[in-house]
């Protein structure tokens, strides 16, 4: 298996332009979760899906973040309007009932 | 509020000398307690603690977990600079996401 497959592998774009991440998580696990990485903050969990349906979105900052799970093999988080606070790692991971928890390798957003 | 807290939060140390990563947890529902070593990239898995007093062992690596005391230890011994990283400590309280402490830096030099 490929492991959970994120892109871009960097993004760098300019304040106000909508930004978009994407995952491909391992095929088989049925959760997907989006954290966020910083060094003032660790790692924080935006929002993780379950069998495609949002379970938990209550770590999403603002109504700027969303994330879509159209299929089981297809997840996006979009940033949009991107500000330069946004910047950040984001990783996307998945597992197959809490277990077998891989990350992926995650996207550095820069917002100038 | 759950909280997981790791200490201390850097450390540098020589090769050779054993060093002890320290991760106390307030949470509910507790499941399990995860810890990540950290590179360039992904976090990438080490060991999984459920039951208390039992040593998870690979390597030089070793864990253990008390449920009393709300914490955890993660000991290096004969530490290399390929030790070198981020250590993260995390709670499954949910059966499904991670609440993960901000982590322990731990520099090994030559």
């Known amino acids: 298996d490929a492991g959970v497959i994120q892109s871009p592998r960097h993004e760098v774009t300019e304040m106000g332009q909508e930004v978009t991440l994407r995952c491909k998580p391992i095929s088989g696990h049925n959760s997907l979760f989006w954290y966020r990485q910083t060094m003032m903050r660790g790692l924080e969990l935006l929002i993780y899906f379950n069998n495609n349906v949002p379970i938990d979105d209550s770590g999403m900052p603002e109504d700027r973040f969303s994330a879509k799970m159209p299929n089981a093999s297809f997840s996006t988080l979009k940033i949009q309007p991107s500000e330069p606070r946004d910047s950040a790692v984001y990783f996307c991971?998945?597992?197959?009932?809490?277990?077998?928890?891989?990350f992926g390798s995650g996207t550095r957003l820069t917002v100038v | 509020e759950d909280k997981v807290v790791q200490s201390p939060l850097s450390l540098v140390v020589h090769e050779g000398d054993t060093v002890t990563l320290n991760c106390s947890y307030e949470v509910t529902n507790f499941r399990s307690l995860l810890w990540y070593k950290q590179e360039k990239k992904a976090p990438t898995f080490l060991f999984m603690l459920t039951s208390s007093g039992i040593e998870k062992k690979s390597g030089r690596l070793s864990s253990i977990l008390d449920k009393k005391e709300l914490f955890s230890i993660l000991n290096i011994t004969a530490t290399q600079t390929g030790d070198s990283a981020i250590y993260l400590c995390a709670v499954d309280h949910s059966g499904y996401a991670l609440n993960f402490g901000k982590g322990t830096s731990l520099l090994v030099t030559p």
């Open positions: 991971a998945s597992s197959f009932q809490g277990d077998g928890y891989t």
